[in-house]
């Protein structure tokens, strides 16, 4: 069916009410193929209620108006044209002359591929046949929430650059962040914004080009093989969106057709001056289509696993100010979003970056929630490293704000992010943040990565913080590969690794995060010396691990500790241990477990406690011999056939009958001839 067939009175309606989903199988360019398969011809379809004449420029004008004029085939304002012939990678624009006499020169916000930055133009693009290798995935992976989920932060931009310093093509980058990935042992990777945007220092987070992804990172099939590939290697790809906000700069989006076609009507509320944005009216219809319509297409087109939607707070309040209340328009869309993605695959992550302290955000619509499934833990993140900043002299003064975490951590599913906002700006490093000399700057930062993989909650690091180096994230540059011929640097670096695999190898730590029996403390109160230390339970009671935290520089020998029962615990992974760059004050045998009641519990053990540092302990269990009772069976005869009757004589008394017996003979003398025969 034709472009032009497929706008109708009905599509134009629920266009307009907001429920289209497919918004882009009409608006944008499209390519017409003839019956052999080959490109006879392109579909131009445009949304521009508030135009008066509309102009196609373009490669193949060079770039004159009047040549390629659109005309209007609806009063609603659609606007369409075809010109016949093959367009396929050729640059356009839009020239749109309002109807209050503007002239205003755009981009094509339903573009499949966009121009190299800083040319503003989009390009004809033929966005199907791509051929799919995940079909294994596709069909056989599963819901999130028993299962481990380490998620891997990046910006495609900035991961690795090619010598000359150009960027690398998603497809190019595809095979090296797979091993990457891999050898590290996370199961997802999340990509900071892939859509078109007009400024590298925006991370993508100012987009222009909503279905375009970006032309840094080559052409959107490159993307489409990126994703093929993660799936193919049973790594989940996660993508970060930005509904709420877009770029003011004139060729996008913002005021497309001289009014705020998509955005707010009233300065107060479309104006973002703080990020020198505009934010969208989720409450309008056509930018609901416009949105819903992207989730899916990069669902449907690029198989994606899930979305981070960015700046959830400033949605949910208007403005980000909870004073000024509830903005109950994009609280629906949010609602009616969730509903749509997981109509289409219930096994979607769908995450909200959300700082406020909006209720029931990952609870279900149907239950009265916003609908996403996972919250990010700001405020984990901000008082865990408020906490490790902190000189340990005075930890014991700030004791509780590691334990409160755990107050509110059941109202939601809450992820726990290291994410990229906390190394930019001049925040410095994770490895920067930590207080004392290099060693302790170490350790602490292994202590800080171990316990945001053995606290209750999904994962999230930001790439680079893996590495553990001293320089904050910049956008310009790449990781520093090279800090890892440094020996402390490397040891750092095989903790991370090796902590993503016991995470990810051990249920404990995965598979009962939202349940109260997942969790529970064995010391919560110890200030005075800085000692955190409780228990991660499976779903299984017996499998539990034993965490123990040391957030001072003091080693602790022969130290009790309460556990539960079993009859040793050994050490699954310390992070003092040498090879991580530690003092080697570790558990390297079986502790057994004694019968001595410490910290609630009724069974404890004697320990190595490291300093600034975190050991993980498992149960051993002994098998028990197995004694058979042995049952004294009585030997039951075998039972004779009855012998045939013979004839009945009379009985006699035993001593008339034994005078009746034959006399026995006395034995001959030796010699005589009967004993000679005997003998012979």
Known sequence: ????????????????????????????????????????????????????????????????????????????????????????????????????????IKADPYAFFSAYRPAQDSKVYDIDGYWWNDQDWMFTHEKSYDKPLAIYEMHLGSWRKKPDGSFYTTAELAPMVVDYIKQYGFTHVEVM???????????????????????????PKDFMYFVDLCHQNGIGVIMDWVPGHICRDAHGLYMF??????EYSKPEDRENVEW???????????????????????????????????????????LGNCNRGVNEGACDFLRQCSRLIFGKDDRV??????????????????????????KWDMGWMNDTLKYFKLDPIYRKYHHHQLTFSMMYFYSEQFCLPLSHDEVVHCKGSLLNKMPGDRWQQFANYRLLLGYMFTHPGKKLLFMGDELSTYDEWHYEGELAWNIRQYPDHDASARFVRDMTLVYKYHAPLWQADYSTNGFYWIQADNADQSL??????????????????????????????????????EEVINSDKDIYGGSNRINPFHLPVQDYGQDNQAHSILMTIPPLGISILKPIYVPKPVVEEVKEEKEEKPVKKAAPKKK?????????????????KAPAKSGTKETKKKTS
């Open 1 to 104: 069916m034709s472009v032009r067939e497929k706008i109708n009175g009905d599509f134009l309606y629920y266009f307009d009410q907001g429920k289209v989903t497919d918004a882009y199988q009409v608006f944008g360019a499209h390519l017409v193929k003839d019956e052999n398969g080959y490109i006879c011809a392109c579909e131009f379809a445009l949304y521009a209620p508030n135009a008066d004449k509309i102009y196609i420029i373009g490669e193949w004008n060079y770039y004159q108006e009047g040549q390629t004029e659109m005309y209007c085939i609806d009063e609603k304002g659609i606007w369409y044209a075809r010109i016949e012939g093959n367009y396929e990678w050729k640059a356009y624009k839009y020239v749109i002359y309002t109807k209050n006499g503007q002239r205003l």
């Open 193 to 219: 914004p892939v859509y078109e945007h007009p400024l590298d220092m925006s991370w993508g987070y100012q987009g222009t080009g909503y279905y375009s992804v970006s032309a840094r990172w080559g052409v």
């Open 257 to 262: 057709d001289g009014t705020p076609l998509y």
């Open 276 to 318: 020198g944005t505009a934010n969208l009216d989720l409450g309008k219809g056509t930018t609901r289509s416009f949105l819903f319509s992207n989730a899916m297409f990069y669902m449907n087109y690029f198989h994606i696993d899930g979305f981070r939607v960015d700046a959830v707070s400033n949605l949910i309040y208007w």
């Open 349 to 374: 992550l769908f995450m909200a970056e959300d700082s406020s302290a909006y209720g029931n955000v990952t609870k279900p619509v149907d239950f009265g929630g916003l609908g996403f499934n996972y």
């Open 532 to 569: 955190y230390i409780f228990a991660r339970v499976a779903n299984d009671p017996k499998d539990q691990l034993v965490v123990v935290m040391n957030c001072t520089p003091n080693t602790y020998d022969n130290y009790r500790i309460g556990v539960p029962e079993a009859d040793f615990y």
């Open 648 to 664: 009945v004589e009379k009985t006699e008394e035993p001593e008339k009958k034994a005078a009746k017996r034959p006399a026995v």
